[in-house]
């Protein structure tokens, strides 16, 4: 990958997006570790060495902020999501999980309107539709009102 990498550098000037792949090699290696390791710490090394070289790609920032969130560090996972959020808005897969970090931190209504975005976007998703749950559940035991503004 490295090497592809290296050498679709000579076309950036037709297409920018192709300085991204510079970081794909240590994202992929990121990931790997991420989810068959649970070395959350390499892979965030990893995933900021991807950004360093690759540039703004919203997968490296989504990952390491699934990286963040993992060793509870849910204001630099806020931050990356959000960058993967300006960087391909919408993506369901980035509201989702910006939805569980927000629950997380105690934000509830913040939460629930990601996860209620990331619904009318994709679709029923049973995962989206159980964290939406939980949020509702949540804000019904600490305020019913609010439960009955942010629900069905």
């Known amino acids: 990958m490295n090497q592809y990498a290296m050498r679709a550098q000579a076309f950036v ?13 240590d994202a992929e290696r990121a990931d790997w570790v991420f989810r068959k390791n649970d070395r959350y710490v390499a892979a965030i090394d990893l ?7 690759g540039g703004d790609h919203a997968s490296f920032y989504r990952l390491r902020g699934d990286s963040f969130a993992s060793l509870n560090r849910y204001r630099d996972a806020i931050e990356d999501l959000e960058r993967a959020d300006q960087l391909w808005p919408q993506s369901p897969a ?12 105690g934000k509830r209504d913040e939460a629930l309107n990601k ?4 619904l009318a976007l994709a679709g029923s998703n049973p995962d989206e539709e159980q964290i939406r749950t ?3 559940m949540q804000l019904k035991q ?11």
């Open 94 to 105: 980035t509201l989702e999980l910006l939805a569980k970090v927000l629950l997380w931190m």
């Open 47 to 53: 995933l900021t060495r991807a950004i360093a070289e």
């Open 13 to 25: 000037q037709q297409n920018p997006r192709l300085a991204a792949l510079k970081g794909f090699a």
């Open 142 to 152: 600490n305020s019913p009102g609010k439960a009955a503004a942010g629900g069905d």
């Open 115 to 118: 996860i209620n975005l990331a």
């Open 134 to 136: 939980s949020i509702l």
